[in-house]
Every structure is written in structure tokens, then in C-alpha cells.
């Protein structure tokens, strides 16, 4: 035991010498599991789940950005097409320099358009909020109705980018102020980084696998700058590695409660 204590103390000054906001996170995130030691029974099986959507639940998907909704939630919006309602948080104007503002933004809302066609979703809107500035438009975002929803998917709250991590907070300030189901979950997707820990999974069986690819190439002001299909696809299948499936997306679902102390 003095051993280990010395160890754990040893790497708590080395990690404190560092001044990355990365290494900040990590110090956090480490913190948090020796103050919560023991975590789990080693005998448990903690292995994630196909994630459970009824027929007649209502998805409500934020995408800070159009195509992030694709990239992350791509294998929902293809399978439960019906049921799910995509809003689109910002006009994505700053997607690409070389381009006019206005008409990037109209680029950016027909790829938007032409992806979801693809998945078949006919619910989809545009909030309008200037791209980078989201954490700043909390009166706007405020107006969005979240009193049907069974479940609200946004993106990884570790994600770096800040109109993606302003989604959490935004939707934390949401659900202290709103009405709400109590059966209401919250699904954190897969954009710009993974999750340490993720619970639920869609299996991206062909062919939809493929029309996810289809969807995320539908952004052609985006993927010229980066091969998003590819890179994403290559992380589908290394989820899939765990669960012994060829490619899935995955999740971390949480209650209300939950979703709240996390950040």
C-alpha cells in the first residue's frame, strides 16, 4: 500500500508540472476515478448494448454544425428515419474561408438537405446561430421545445470544438428551466473526439454502413478538406471491435440526472 500511494503521488506531481488544457482534463478525469475507487465489480459484465428506441419515441438530434449529425448519428437518422427531428444549431458559415458567407451558408443548408433525403428524415431545421458563437446564444437556442422528447442526442461533452462543447451547456441550462419527460434520455455522439466510455451502439449493418458513408460525402464543402467517410467509417469499425460487430456507431445514454453532474 505505501508503495502504490507512492506511485499515484509520484504521477500527481508529474501531471501537475503541466500546463495543456489536456493534461487539465486528464488531472480532472483522474481525480474523479481514485475518489470513486471502487468503480465497478470485476466480475460485471459492462460491455455495451444495442441501444433501445421504441416505435413510437421522438429523437430530437442537435447538430452544432451541418454534418455533424451524420457523422454521429448517421446509422439513427438511416434506421429511424420516421422519428427523428434534426436541428441544425448553426449556420456553419466559417466551414470554409476561401468561400462567400452567404453562400456557404446556402451550400451548407442544400448538403444538409440532400443527406437527409438520403436517410429519408423529412424533419430537419436550421436554428441560425453564427457559426462560433453558440455558447453566446442561449436566448435562441432557449426557444427549442424539448417537452416530446424521449431522447436528445448531442455531441461527445469532451469534444474540443467550441460550438460542440457548448452544446452541453446549453442544454443543462435547458433542462433546469424546462419541461421535460422523466423517462427523457441523453445520448452523447461521436464527432471531433471519442468517448472514454460509451454504453450503447447501432449496428451498421449493410447497407447501412453504406448510406452512411453516402450521407456524410453529401457535404462536399467539408469532405474536400477532410475524407470524414473514411475516417469515421474506420472508427465505426474499430467500435465494432467490442461487440463483435463489423461497424457501429457509438453512445453513452444517461438519465436526466446523470446527464447533469457530468459536466
Known amino acids: 500500500m505505501p508503495r502504490l500511494r507512492y506511485l499515484i503521488g509520484r504521477a500527481l506531481t508529474l501531471w501537475k508540472r503541466t500546463r495543456l488544457a489536456s493534461d487539465f482534463i486528464a488531472r480532472r478525469l483522474f481525480f474523479r476515478f481514485l475518489a470513486s475507487v471502487p468503480v465497478i465489480p470485476i466480475t460485471e459484465n459492462v460491455l455495451p448494448k444495442p441501444i433501445n428506441i421504441?416505435?413510437?419515441?421522438?429523437?430530437?438530434?442537435?447538430?452544432?454544425?451541418?454534418?455533424?449529425?451524420?457523422?454521429?448519428?448517421?446509422?439513427?437518422?438511416?434506421?429511424?428515419?420516421?422519428?427523428?427531428?434534426?436541428?441544425?444549431?448553426?449556420?456553419?458559415?466559417?466551414?470554409?474561408?476561401?468561400?462567400?458567407?452567404?453562400?456557404?451558408?446556402?451550400?451548407?443548408?442544400?448538403?444538409?438537405?440532400?443527406?437527409?433525403?438520403?436517410?429519408?428524415?423529412?424533419?430537419?431545421?436550421?436554428?441560425?446561430?453564427?457559426?462560433?458563437?453558440?455558447?453566446?446564444?442561449?436566448?435562441?437556442?432557449?426557444?427549442?421545445s424539448i417537452a416530446s422528447a424521449d431522447m436528445i442526442f448531442i455531441p461527445n461533452f469532451l469534444d474540443q470544438h467550441p460550438d460542440h462543447k457548448a452544446v452541453t451547456w446549453l442544454l443543462q441550462r435547458l433542462l433546469r428551466e424546462k419541461q421535460y419527460k422523466k423517462s427523457l434520455q441523453i445520448a452523447f455522439?461521436?464527432?471531433?473526439?471519442?468517448?472514454?466510455?460509451?454504453?450503447?451502439?447501432?449496428?451498421?449493418?449493410?447497407?447501412?454502413?453504406?448510406?452512411?458513408?453516402?450521407?456524410?460525402?453529401?457535404?462536399?464543402?467539408?469532405?474536400k478538406h477532410i475524407d470524414y467517410a473514411y475516417r469515421i467509417d474506420s472508427l465505426n469499425v474499430y467500435r465494432g471491435i467490442a461487440v463483435e460487430k463489423s461497424a457501429v456507431e457509438a453512445y453513452l445514454v444517461l438519465s436526466v440526472d446523470d446527464f447533469l453532474k457530468i459536466a
Open 189 to 223: 455522439y461521436e464527432v471531433w473526439a471519442t468517448l472514454p466510455v460509451w454504453n450503447r451502439y447501432v449496428d451498421l449493418n449493410n447497407p447501412l454502413r453504406d448510406k452512411k458513408k453516402t450521407m456524410i460525402d453529401s457535404f462536399v464543402s467539408q469532405t
Open 54 to 144: 421504441e416505435i413510437n419515441a421522438r429523437l430530437l438530434i442537435l447538430a452544432p454544425h451541418p454534418d455533424d449529425e451524420s457523422i454521429g448519428c448517421g446509422g439513427v437518422l438511416a434506421q429511424y428515419p420516421s422519428q427523428c427531428e434534426v436541428v441544425c444549431l448553426t449556420d456553419g458559415s466559417r466551414g470554409d474561408p476561401a468561400i462567400p458567407v452567404q453562400r456557404l451558408i446556402e451550400i451548407r443548408e442544400l448538403e444538409l438537405a440532400a443527406a437527409m433525403a438520403l436517410a429519408g428524415v423529412r424533419n430537419f431545421r436550421y436554428l441560425g446561430i453564427t457559426d462560433r458563437s453558440l455558447m453566446q446564444a442561449y436566448q435562441r437556442f432557449s426557444g427549442l
